[in-house]
């Protein structure tokens, strides 16, 4: 039997990546403390966003855009280096650039804390390769149910 170890080296070189930028943002959020708004959580993702290429900039800036109008109640924040929304501080949603981990499409993902339970089996994930006004349209109604 051969030897894993000789060929699993662990984590990708993005994957290490993003976990270093998430204990970035773990560090800027224990700094910032109580003091912390909802104003510093956007103002992190705008400039994360822009940090993105095309097409995923434009992508990020349209969800971003449709978060705010169908989800106010949602804080916007960083995660793992991704855009991402959350109510009480629990992540409900997030946008993963296709670039992050050099994947063929973008994703928009959510988490337990949305509220999108139906029946005994739903999605968790949404692959997007592009914004058509049907995918602005489903993204809204998801994020609106979500953050129910």
Same mark, same amino acid.
């Given at each position: 039997?051969?030897?894993? =170890? &000789? @060929? ?5 070189? +993005?994957?290490? !990546?993003?976990?270093? /930028?998430? %204990? ?10 109580? =003091? &912390? @708004? ?5 103002? +992190?993702?705008? !400039?994360?966003?822009? /940090?993105? %290429? ?95």
């Amino acid at each position: 039997m051969a030897d894993n =170890k &000789a @060929t699993f080296d662990g984590f990708s070189d +993005d994957e290490r !990546a993003a976990m270093k /930028e998430h %204990a970035q943002e773990l560090k800027k959020a224990a700094r910032r403390g109580s =003091k &912390a @708004t909802k104003a510093d959580g956007e103002q +992190d993702v705008l !400039a994360k966003i822009a /940090e993105f %290429a095309e097409p995923d900039r434009i992508m990020a800036e349209r969800i971003h855009a449709i978060v705010k109008e169908n989800a106010p109640e949602l804080t916007p924040r960083l995660w793992y280096g991704q855009p991402a929304y959350s109510r009480n501080g629990k992540l409900v949603c997030f946008f993963q650039p296709a670039a992050k981990f050099k994947t063929r499409y973008a994703t928009l993902g959510f988490n337990d804390a949305a509220n999108l339970d139906e029946g005994a089996m739903w999605a968790t994930a949404y692959a997007l390769t592009d914004l058509t006004p049907d995918a602005e349209a489903r993204i809204a109604s998801l994020v609106k149910q979500a953050a129910s």
